[in-house]
């Protein structure tokens, strides 16, 4: 079993930043990957932000590319997501999930991009 807390959203205008974090129970080196998820409002699916392996590959979503960035620290079995030059269009609880041997959600954190 494998627990996940996110942290760091909130409200932010347009143009800046926020970093989302994302710490494990369990060793972060046995889950791999390890990514972000969003689902915006009046949207059905999440749909992939950024992962990340556990040797340190990364996949970025196109509408991502060059605004966010994805890394981890297996020491504090965490993931984090850089978000930089935020838009409106990026509101939307992001998720963070984990695969080990299933597939594992935090609860969700709000970011919400006023314009």
């Known amino acids: 079993q494998v627990q996940l807390v996110e942290s760091g959203g909130g409200l932010v205008q347009a143009g800046g930043s926020l970093r989302l974090s994302c710490s494990a129970s369990?060793?972060?080196?046995?889950?791999?990957?390890m990514g972000w998820y969003r689902q915006a409002p009046g949207k059905q699916r999440r749909e992939l932000v950024a992962?990340?392996?556990?040797?340190?590959?990364?996949n970025y979503a196109d509408f991502v590319k060059g605004r966010f960035t994805i890394s981890r620290d297996n020491t504090k079995n965490t993931v984090y997501l850089q978000m930089n030059n935020l838009e409106p269009e990026d509101t939307a609880v992001y998720y963070c999930?984990?695969?080990?041997?299933?597939?594992?959600w935090g609860q969700g954190t709000q970011v919400t991009v006023s314009s």
């Open positions: 999930n984990a695969f080990r041997g299933r597939t594992y």
């Open positions: 369990v060793s972060s080196f046995s889950i791999n990957p």
């Open positions: 992962s990340i392996t556990s040797g340190g590959s990364r």
